[in-house]
């Protein structure tokens, strides 16, 4: 099926991210099935995740269909790009159909971007994981690979501070070998929560710039980001 709307979007996007200087860096690409459905859970840290959980996929020339909050469709700008990129939109009073919408993308082979943890984290730490995510996966008969994004919260998150207007903002993307979604789905959420959370420790500790002091890093980690018990996000 021909793609009128993804690949031009996607050009822009990275004629943005040249244009920025941003220092990208892909750990693990190899993780993704370059065919078949397969579901992307990553953490959650920035308005723009999506467009880089993407980009972790272009190695496999995979286009990425995110699941996304309904009202996204209902705005008149961004409305026709969600669409046209056959994102899906999630409804929370019939997140059935939303959820079936999924399964079915799935089974016809195609890659959907998840975020389990269904908002951004203030504090940068992985809040608690919803169950969607690898419910899908079992149903679906399909890898569940977990993804780790790291400094995006420095061009657009919650915090005022973060501005798009940054030249040469290192961003670290690391992709896990696929969890196990089999079972009781808590327990594989569990599972799931576990290697997101071990994939955030390595691209933080990857990560060139200094974090100490720094609203974009934890508090637990020397940062001065909310502590965890304070993110309302």
């Known amino acids: 099926m021909v793609e009128f709307v993804y690949p031009p979007a996607l050009g822009a996007g990275y004629l943005m991210f040249a244009g920025l200087r941003l220092k990208i860096r892909v750990t693990g690409a190899e993780n993704i099935p370059r065919s078949g459905g397969v579901v992307l859970a990553s953490n959650h840290v920035s308005y723009l995740d999506f467009i880089f959980v993407g980009f972790a996929a272009r190695p496999s020339g995979r286009l990425v269909r995110f699941m996304a909050k309904e009202s996204v469709f209902r705005n008149p ?26 399964v079915d993308a799935l089974r016809a082979g195609e890659a959907v971007g998840v975020f389990p943890e269904a908002t951004m984290s203030r504090s940068l730490e992985p809040k608690a994981f ?29 915090d005022s501070r973060s501005s798009m207007l940054q030249f040469g903002v290192p961003i670290e993307i690391h992709v896990g070998a696929p969890v196990d979604a089999s079972g009781d789905p808590d327990q594989a959420t569990a599972r799931l929560r576990s290697a997101v959370i071990d994939l955030v420790g390595q691209a933080r500790a990857a990560y060139p710039a200094d974090g100490a002091g720094q609203w974009w890093h934890p508090a637990r980690l020397g940062g001065t980001a909310p502590e965890p018990e304070f993110d309302v996000g």
Do not use: C, F, N
């Open 77 to 102: 700008v961004s409305g026709p790009l969600m669409r046209g990129m056959k994102h899906i939109p999630v409804d929370r009073t019939a997140g059935a159909s939303s959820y079936s919408h999924a």
């Open 130 to 158: 919803k169950t969607g995510a690898v419910r899908m996966a079992d149903e679906a008969g399909v890898p569940l690979v977990p993804l780790a994004i790291w400094g995006t919260q420095r061009l657009y998150s919650y």
